[in-house]
Nanobody, 127 residues
Framework: QVQLVESGGGLVQPGGSLRLSCAAS????????MGWFRQAPGKERDFVAAIRRSGDNTFYADSVKGRFTVSRDNAKNTVYLQMNSLKPEDTAVYYC????????????????????WGQGTQVTVSS
C-alpha cells in the first residue's frame, strides 16, 4: 500500500518562502516518478513540478519556473518542493503524486498518469 503525506504548508507573506515535503511509504520509492500539483478554490488542478525517479530530470510549469525547485531524497523516501518569491496567486492546496508503474514514459505534467495522491497541504500567500 502506497501512502503519500504532504507537510510544510502554511501562511506566508508575498515574497516569502516555504518548503513542502512529501513522505512516501513503500520500499521502491527510488523507482517512482513524482509530481507536485496544486488546486486553488474553484479552479482546476494544475501541474506545478515533476521529478524523475533518479532525480536528475525535473520539469516545471511556466508559472513557477525560476521560483520553485523540486528535489528528492531517495534514502528518506521524500520529495520536496522549495517555493521562493511566493505570490498571492500561488495560494492553493498542494498535492504530491506518485507514478509507481516504473515504465519508460515520464508522466511529467499529465496528472492522469499518476497512480497515488497525497491528501494535500494548504499554502496561503497573503499579507
Amino acid at each position: 500500500q502506497v501512502q503519500l503525506v504532504e507537510s510544510g504548508g502554511g501562511l506566508v507573506q508575498p515574497g516569502g518562502s516555504l518548503r513542502l515535503s512529501c513522505a512516501a511509504s513503500g520500499r521502491t520509492f527510488s523507482t517512482w516518478d513524482m509530481g507536485w500539483f496544486r488546486q486553488a478554490p474553484g479552479k482546476e488542478r494544475d501541474f506545478v513540478a515533476a521529478i524523475r525517479r533518479s532525480g536528475d530530470n525535473t520539469f516545471y510549469a511556466d508559472s513557477v519556473k525560476g521560483r520553485f525547485t523540486v528535489s528528492r531524497d531517495n534514502a528518506k523516501n521524500t520529495v520536496y518542493l522549495q517555493m521562493n518569491s511566493l505570490k498571492p496567486e500561488d495560494t492553493a492546496v498542494y498535492y504530491c503524486a506518485a507514478d509507481v508503474k516504473r515504465g519508460s514514459k515520464w508522466p511529467g505534467a499529465n496528472g492522469y498518469e499518476y497512480d497515488y495522491w497525497g491528501q494535500g497541504t494548504q499554502v496561503t500567500v497573503s499579507s
